[in-house]
């Protein structure tokens, strides 16, 4: 059974940093792309970062582009997002999903809350 | 990066049919076949329901369809049951490995 499970997120005040934590089992993580998608409380999906099966590609959405890293540990099935100099409008739940199909995320984990607040 | 534009709500009687329409651009829907569309239960992680415009995975039932005319994409809920209430979002490749989802439709079934 494929499992994801995103951890690391808690509260944290502007400007600060987090790293979140997606880790994988019940299928060959090193075989599939993997995303991050972000939802604000009440709000819609977004799309974040999504990187290659080896990680030597990585693109992310606008919105976080340079204060956001998104990689991957293939040895320990992990997957990674770095984020930086946080802002309100980060806070959300994140959601690391698997890219089963070509541009469509099949598995999804449940997610992990983020608040940015002072 | 916009999002894709779709109707805030939708509404049908059980047994009845729902569509949902995802308007992007000549640059996202219009230009990739590779519209997926995601279900939604409130508290629940999305689930995906339509990917490459029309394909279903296996295990969603045949009532979920999914079509796309130039710049918009199209889920149609046929049949409607009690438990697709529920929200509804597309997403579409922009290139360059590259995603964008849309506003989002909460689905009701009266």
């Known amino acids: 059974e494929v499992q994801l499970e995103e951890s690391g997120g808690g509260l944290v005040q502007p400007g600060g940093s987090l790293r979140l934590s997606c880790a994988a089992s019940?299928?060959?993580?090193?075989?599939?792309?993997m995303h991050w998608v972000r939802q604000a409380p009440g709000k819609g999906l977004v799309w974040v970062s999504r990187?290659?099966?080896?990680?030597?590609?990585?693109q992310y959405a606008d919105s976080v582009k340079g204060r956001f890293t998104i990689s991957r540990d293939n040895a320990k099935n992990t997957l990674y997002l770095q984020m930086n100099s946080l802002r309100a409008d980060d806070t959300a739940v994140y959601y690391c999903?698997?890219?089963?199909?070509?541009?469509?995320?099949?598995?999804w984990g449940q997610g992990t809350l983020v608040s940015v607040s002072s | 990066q916009s999002a894709l534009t779709q109707p805030p709500s939708a509404s049908g009687s059980p047994g009845q049919s729902v569509a949902i329409s995802c308007t992007g651009t000549?640059?996202?829907?219009?230009?990739?076949?590779?519209v997926s569309w995601y279900q939604q239960h409130p508290g629940k992680a999305p689930k995906l329901m339509i990917y490459?415009?029309?394909k279903r995975p296996s295990g969603v039932p045949d009532r979920f369809s999914g079509s796309k005319s130039g710049n918009t994409a199209s889920l149609t809920v046929s049949g409607l049951q009690a438990e697709d209430e529920a929200d509804y979002y597309c997403?579409?490749?922009?290139?360059?490995?590259?995603?964008?989802f849309g506003t989002g439709t909460r689905v009701t079934v009266l």
């Open positions: 999903a698997r890219e089963g199909y070509y541009a469509a995320t099949e598995s």
């Open positions: 019940g299928f060959t993580f090193s075989s599939y792309w």
């Open positions: 990187i290659k099966t080896d990680g030597s590609f990585t």
């Open positions: 000549s640059s996202d829907v219009g230009n990739y076949d590779y």
């Open positions: 490459e415009v029309n």
């Open positions: 997403s579409s490749y922009v290139g360059n490995s590259a995603f964008v």
